[in-house]
């Protein structure tokens, strides 16, 4: 989902006032710190929605920085899941369906994207049923947090870039 947010033509002046050589860092801090409101939010959301199964959907809330093809940087929030939880996330091994075994990350939520947008039942011998329409309805905590929380996010990298700027004034 992308969104656009709106506020942010004052800071973009202030943000001339920084020596070269800080804007990268300083915006990577603003925006960093925008994120963390709209982190918690969600997080709050989520936990208010009762999605809290194992509490790993809850922990694996998080900003991301990825840098696009054509090379600007973006962030993205979301829940990390399946192989980008990291080398030291708790795995065990099971035995697939084709006889193999295979390392599996313990507690991994990958059924966020379910929650979030909401998805088509199977039921219990693994097929669709034809006629049969389930759908679990979604409980979105992701884009509410940023519809929420937008105005604060702003306010947090107002916050960061006039703390970058004191700092660079030698105050």
């Given at each position: 989902m992308?969104?656009?947010?709106?506020?942010?033509?004052?800071?973009?002046?202030?943000?001339?006032?920084i020596r070269?050589?800080?804007?990268?860092?300083?915006?990577?801090?603003?925006?960093?710190?925008?994120?963390g409101v709209l982190r918690?939010?969600?997080?709050?959301?989520?936990?208010?929605?009762?999605l809290r199964l194992t509490g790993s959907l809850l922990k694996n809330i998080v900003i991301k920085r990825e840098k696009t093809q054509d090379g600007?940087?973006?962030?993205?929030l979301g829940v990390r899941h399946g192989r980008?939880?990291?080398?030291?996330?708790?795995?065990?091994?099971?035995?697939?369906?084709?006889?193999?075994v295979q390392s599996v990350v313990m507690?991994?939520?990958?059924?966020?994207?379910?929650?979030?947008?909401?998805?088509?039942v199977y039921h219990g011998d693994g097929k669709r049923r034809r006629g049969v329409r389930n759908r679990v309805e979604a409980t979105p905590f992701i884009a509410p947090a940023l519809q929420?929380?937008?105005?604060e996010a702003v306010e947090a990298m107002a916050t960061r870039l006039a703390a970058a700027i004191r700092k660079a004034n030698g105050a």
């Open positions: 992308t969104a656009r947010i709106d506020g942010l033509a004052p800071l973009r002046q202030s943000f001339g006032q070269d050589d800080m804007k990268t860092r300083t915006s990577r801090l603003m925006v960093a710190a925008a994120g918690k939010e969600a997080r709050s959301l989520a936990q208010a929605q009762n600007f940087t973006q962030y993205n980008h939880m990291g080398r030291n996330a708790p795995r065990q091994l099971v035995v697939g369906k084709s006889g193999r507690n991994d939520p990958f059924y966020w994207w379910f929650l979030e947008k909401g998805r088509n929420n929380k937008q105005a």
